[in-house]
């Protein structure tokens, strides 16, 4: 059975940092590119950032570039996402996925960060 498990989240405050981890089972981490999404209330989920399989090449929206790393170690099947200079706005639940083909995608429960005074 495969399993995204993400942690990390919190409250914290605006310009503040978090670490959110992506933990995986049940496959092999490496055969998938990984995305950070999140949504915020009233909100569409939007994608945050994406890294390859290998970890060689990553892409981030706009709002968060300069702010978020993502990053993988395939040989622990795990996925972070290092968040600073947080803002109101960041506030979303998270949520990892891995994709390996339109049909061949798997999701987390996400995990809530709220960026708040």
């Known amino acids: 059975q495969v399993q995204l498990v993400e942690s990390g989240g919190g409250l914290v405050q605006p310009g503040g940092s978090l670490r959110l981890s992506c933990t995986a089972s049940?496959?092999?981490?490496?055969?998938?590119?990984m995305n950070w999404h999140r949504q915020a209330p009233g909100k569409k989920r939007e994608l945050v950032a994406a890294?390859?399989?290998?970890?060689?090449?990553?892409i981030y929206a706009d709002s968060v570039k300069g702010r978020f790393t993502i990053s993988r170690d395939n040989a622990e099947n795990t996925v972070a996402l290092e968040m600073n200079n947080l803002k109101p706005e960041d506030t979303a639940v998270y949520f990892c996925q891995a994709v390996n083909g339109a049909l061949d995608t798997y999701w987390g429960q996400g995990t809530q960060v709220n960026v708040s005074s």
């Open positions: 890294i390859t399989r290998a970890g060689d090449n990553s």
């Open positions: 049940g496959l092999t981490l490496s055969r998938y590119a």
